[in-house]
């Protein structure tokens, strides 16, 4: 048993605690994983508020990691003592229907006990004070030592930095993998990205190396323009600036509407109009951002009868196992950006402050 630092949750609301913790060693088809970094997410958020119907408590936040392997239970195959890894929400296990079928990256071998906050054994790895504590979206990263199902792992270049890739865990493969994959974006192609927080700027690098020819990026926070210029936005607008709805206005500026559309916020408005901000015939909306539990979308049938298509995208579509060592790849031959996404660098004891940071869209 290790004992070492976690942010734990002890109720929904709560400020995270930090405490020492004791983290048991991983059994059958486990990996114990020394987490170097992690990021905060808005889907950690999401569960401290309470509002998240699978959220349990007392918890162990984080989905955004990178770490080490600190050792492996028996049956280990694909990882071993000092490998350097991501931990993924999304695992592979390469053996259920949905990881052998090329059209989706939902493998469900642990779904259920995963969103219970457990191992796939039903039992958690993690206890304090003499308290067993919840794991999270398999992979709890918010603490120095963690365990996770061995399909939840990708095996990553030793050489990448840890403190940068970690963000390869969600966000941009998330925002990435949504254009180049899900959408498709294609050469020359018109994109609107709504939300320009750090998933909006992945979308907008994907559709940047699809080749889109006009990348429109659309936030009420105009301090976000100048970055998503960077990541190769061609322009910005905000919905405040114009009293008609700003899928009004995206059809005026684009003969008829985008090529593609992406929601990043998690607004079930917004993802209204980016649905209809598509072009008539052939327009591609993906909803990318994750809306609140129980909340519907809605829009008028015509549109889709008129041929614009309304998706969805959970992880960019990437098959994580096999994917995430590719993107740390890309990254580390240049073709992704991932360090101009990291605006601030905190001590793990300063999580609150992170949380605020990206509350404040800062």
């Given amino acids: 048993v290790i004992k070492c630092k976690a942010a734990v949750a002890w109720e929904a609301g709560k400020p995270l605690s930090i405490e020492e913790v004791e983290v048991a060693p991983p059994k059958a088809h486990e990996v114990r994983i020394k987490i170097v970094a992690t990021a905060v997410c808005h889907t950690d958020a999401y569960t401290l508020s309470g509002a998240d119907p699978e959220g349990c408590f007392p918890v162990i936040l984080g989905h955004e990691g990178a770490g080490i392997v600190e050792s492996v239970g028996e049956g280990v195959t694909k990882v071993k003592k000092g490998d350097t890894v991501i931990p993924l929400y999304i695992p592979q296990c390469g053996e259920c229907k949905f990881c052998k079928n090329p059209k989706t990256n939902l493998c469900q071998k642990i779904r259920i006990t995963q969103g219970k906050g457990v191992m796939p054994d039903g039992t958690s790895r993690f206890t ?13 990263t918010f603490s120095e030592y963690t365990v996770v199902a061995d399909i939840s792992v990708a095996k990553i270049d030793a050489a990448a930095p840890l403190d940068k890739v970690c963000l390869l865990g969600c966000g941009i493969s998330t925002g990435y993998g949504a254009a180049v994959n899900t959408a498709k974006v ?32 659309i936030d009420i926070k105009k301090e976000k323009y100048a970055k998503a210029k960077e990541f190769g936005a061609t322009e ?11 899928q009004e206005v995206l059809v005026e500026m684009t ?24 072009h008539k015939g052939w327009g591609v909306s993906v909803i990318v951002g994750v809306a609140a539990a129980g909340q519907e979308i809605s829009t008028r049938p015509f549109q889709l009868v008129t041929g614009r298509t309304w998706k969805g995208t959970a992880f960019g579509g990437w098959k994580s196992v096999d994917n995430v060592p590719k993107l740390v790849t890309e990254y580390m031959s240049k073709k992704i ?14 999580i609150n402050e992170a949380f605020e940071l990206m509350h404040s869209g800062k």
């Fill in 236 to 246: 910005c607008i905000s919905p405040l600036d114009s009293n008609k709805p700003i």
């Fill in 128 to 140: 304090c004070k003499g308290k067993p504590i919840y794991h999270f979206m398999g992979t709890s």
């Fill in 337 to 350: 950006k991932v360090d101009e996404f990291v605006t601030h660098t905190l001590p793990f004891d300063k």
């Fill in 255 to 278: 003969d008829g509407g985008v090529d593609y559309s992406f929601e990043c916020i998690g607004n079930v408005g917004v993802m209204r109009a980016a649905l209809e901000a598509c």
């Fill in 186 to 217: 294609e050469p020359g192609s018109t994109c609107a990205v709504f939300g320009l927080g750090g998933v909006g700027l992945a979308v907008i690098m994907g559709c940047k190396i699809a080749g889109a020819s006009r990348i429109i990026g």
